[in-house]
């Protein structure tokens, strides 16, 4: 039995916040148009916001409109808009509980993302007695009370801000599951820590907080939900952070028990902090060289482009191209391996017919879990306008102790190409010439 080391730390499950929307068997006839909208939404906010791009024209009903708007906006980081649509939603008629449950998800995600706790706060509060007021079941309704647990509690706290910024090249050396890692100096301490493009929040070890004199906030929150394993946290303060010429004050970490950041991994390994997304878009223009290095710089796009890269929480995702097959991947780079999800399986089953399958054991943070899989051989990866062969990559044919989790664009896929590079005001990210030899996922 092998370890499949996706390291999805930025995957913690409090930070998977979809709505599922009255899901179906597959064996229905022709959905109907209001069940299609509702799919797309919640597709939309599980990372496939392309696919709500390209249906926007098709839509007749101005309610899902509206909501595909808001959904597109908090896609393209501009929360404000995102907002503005979901508040016009909501104001233009007398909307049912099932409608509003459609709305506040999105107000949520984007305010979150943006760093707008509070408002994040009262919108998972609405989402979740809108749900409550709908008769939905107590899963959906555990997601939406604790992202609202969560952002009560970053919303006691000062907002990150930015001192100081003149970018600065680091090294970056690769750990014993690929994953890169450099050091981040927090009040004063010198820490190695991963970076993590998939982390909603940095995360660091309890006894690392305590090392670097984080200042914890008052509560704590369990991580989790009735199908996802709940992890015990809470929030500690770093009043000071430099990273690549960046100074940032007052920022959030969720701190884990040690345990809860140790994997199974032959041997032993741990990860004591993970740099996340909050820090990472604050240096607006990220390069990862061939040769490891970290490269910062501004960006000189405006706010609020679009490129191809779209948001989903806070979660990035790409827009790639698998043997001319468009899909949204997450951008992982705290993730080893690359996978497609099981509901990839199900839409593209053709494609993996007389497959071997295979048990992986999925190692992350708080524990193990194991699913079923196949390799899809000799995928071609296009990224922007750069291509690169993959020798295969891992397809879920089952969800890993019942977490629905998305296409991962890992490492390994990144590593195919000659450095990438990541524009959060452009919203775009680019690859380098492909490299000679075909790489694996597995």
């Given at each position: 039995?092998?370890?499949?080391?996706?390291?999805?730390?930025?995957?913690l499950?409090?930070?998977?916040?979809?709505?599922?929307?009255?899901?179906?068997?597959?064996?229905?006839?022709?959905?109907?148009?209001?069940?299609?909208?509702?799919?797309?939404?919640?597709?939309?906010?599980?990372?496939?916001?392309?696919?709500?791009e390209?249906?926007?024209?098709?839509?007749?009903?101005?309610g899902?409109a509206?909501?595909?708007?808001?959904?597109?906006?908090?896609?393209?980081?501009?929360?404000?808009?995102?907002?503005?649509?979901?508040d016009r939603?909501l104001?233009?008629?007398?909307?049912?509980?099932?409608?509003?449950?459609?709305?506040?998800p999105?107000?949520?995600?984007?305010?979150?993302?943006?760093?707008?706790?509070?408002?994040?706060?009262?919108?998972?509060?609405a989402?979740?007695?809108?749900?409550?007021?709908?008769?939905?079941?107590?899963e959906q309704?555990?997601?939406?009370?604790?992202?609202?647990?969560?952002?009560?509690?970053?919303?006691?706290?000062?907002?990150?801000?930015?001192?100081?910024?003149?970018?600065?090249?680091v090294?970056?050396?690769?750990?014993?599951?690929?994953?890169?890692?450099?050091?981040?100096?927090?009040?004063?301490?010198?820490?190695?820590?991963?970076?993590?493009?998939?982390?909603?929040?940095?995360?660091?070890?309890?006894?690392?907080?305590?090392?670097?004199?984080?200042?914890?906030?008052?509560?704590?929150a369990?991580?989790?939900?009735?199908?996802?394993?709940?992890?015990?946290?809470?929030?500690?303060?770093?009043?000071?952070?430099?990273?690549?010429?960046?100074?940032l004050?007052?920022?959030?970490?969720?701190?884990?028990?040690?345990?809860?950041?140790?994997?199974?991994?032959?041997?032993?390994?741990?990860?004591?902090?993970?740099?996340?997304?909050?820090?990472l878009?604050?240096?607006?223009?990220i390069?990862?060289?061939?040769?490891?290095?970290?490269?910062?710089?501004?960006?000189?796009?405006?706010?609020?482009?679009?490129?191809?890269?779209?948001?989903?929480?806070?979660?990035?995702?790409?827009?790639?191209?698998?043997?001319?097959?468009?899909?949204?991947?997450?951008?992982?780079?705290?993730?080893?391996?690359?996978?497609?999800?099981?509901?990839?399986?199900?839409?593209?089953?053709?494609?993996?017919?007389?497959?071997?399958?295979?048990?992986?054991?999925?190692?992350?943070?708080?524990?193990?879990?194991?699913?079923?899989?196949v390799?899809?051989?000799h995928?071609r990866?296009?990224?922007?306008?750069?291509?690169?062969l993959?020798?295969?990559?891992?397809?879920?044919?089952?969800?890993?102790?019942?977490?629905?989790?998305?296409?991962?664009?890992?490492?390994?896929?990144?590593?195919?190409?000659d450095?990438?590079?990541?524009?959060?005001?452009?919203?775009?990210?680019?690859?380098?010439?492909?490299?000679?030899?075909?790489?694996?996922?597995r």
């Amino acid at each position: 039995m092998e370890y499949r080391h996706l390291a999805r730390f930025g995957y913690l499950p409090l930070l998977g916040f979809m709505l599922t929307l009255h899901p179906g068997d597959g064996r229905a006839a022709e959905p109907k148009p209001d069940s299609v909208m509702q799919s797309a939404l919640a597709d939309a906010a599980a990372g496939d916001v392309f696919r709500l791009e390209a249906q926007l024209p098709a839509i007749k009903d101005p309610g899902f409109a509206l909501l595909a708007r808001a959904r597109i906006a908090a896609g393209r980081m501009d929360a404000s808009e995102a907002r503005r649509l979901v508040d016009r939603y909501l104001a233009s008629t007398q909307r049912n509980p099932a409608e509003c449950a459609l709305a506040w998800p999105i107000t949520a995600d984007a305010s979150f993302a943006e760093g707008d706790y509070a408002r994040a706060a009262q919108a998972a509060h609405a989402w979740q007695k809108a749900l409550a007021d709908d008769g939905i079941g107590d899963e959906q309704q555990a997601d939406a009370l604790q992202m609202a647990t969560l952002s009560d509690q970053l919303s006691h706290a000062p907002a990150q801000q930015v001192s100081t910024y003149e970018p600065r090249a680091v090294t970056i050396t690769r750990d014993k599951v690929g994953l890169p890692r450099t050091g981040v100096t927090v009040n004063g301490t010198l820490q190695e820590a991963v970076l993590d493009t998939g982390a909603n929040l940095s995360v660091v070890s309890l006894s690392t907080a305590r090392k670097l004199k984080l200042r914890m906030l008052d509560g704590a929150a369990n991580v989790g939900s009735a199908s996802r394993r709940a992890v015990a946290t809470r929030i500690g303060l770093a009043d000071h952070l430099v990273l690549a010429g960046l100074e940032l004050e007052h920022v959030a970490f969720l701190v884990l028990d040690d345990a809860q950041l140790s994997m199974p991994v032959p041997g032993g390994y741990h990860i004591d902090a993970i740099v996340g997304f909050p820090v990472l878009r604050e240096l607006e223009r990220i390069q990862f060289t061939s040769d490891g290095r970290l490269v910062p710089s501004r960006s000189k796009a405006g706010k609020h482009e679009a490129g191809n890269l779209r948001l989903a929480g806070s979660d990035l995702y790409v827009d790639v191209r698998l043997n001319d097959l468009p899909v949204a991947m997450h951008l992982d780079s705290g993730g080893s391996h690359s996978a497609l999800s099981s509901r990839f399986a199900r839409e593209h089953a053709n494609l993996l017919e007389g497959l071997a399958s295979q048990r992986d054991h999925v190692a992350g943070a708080g524990g193990a879990r194991d699913r079923t899989s196949v390799t899809w051989p000799h995928v071609r990866v296009r990224i922007a306008d750069q291509q690169a062969l993959m020798s295969g990559i891992s397809v879920s044919l089952s969800d890993a102790g019942n977490v629905k989790e998305p296409n991962v664009l890992g490492g390994d896929i990144l590593r195919a190409f000659d450095g990438w590079t990541i524009d959060f005001r452009r919203m775009q990210l680019d690859v380098g010439a492909p490299k000679i030899q075909a790489a694996s996922t597995r």
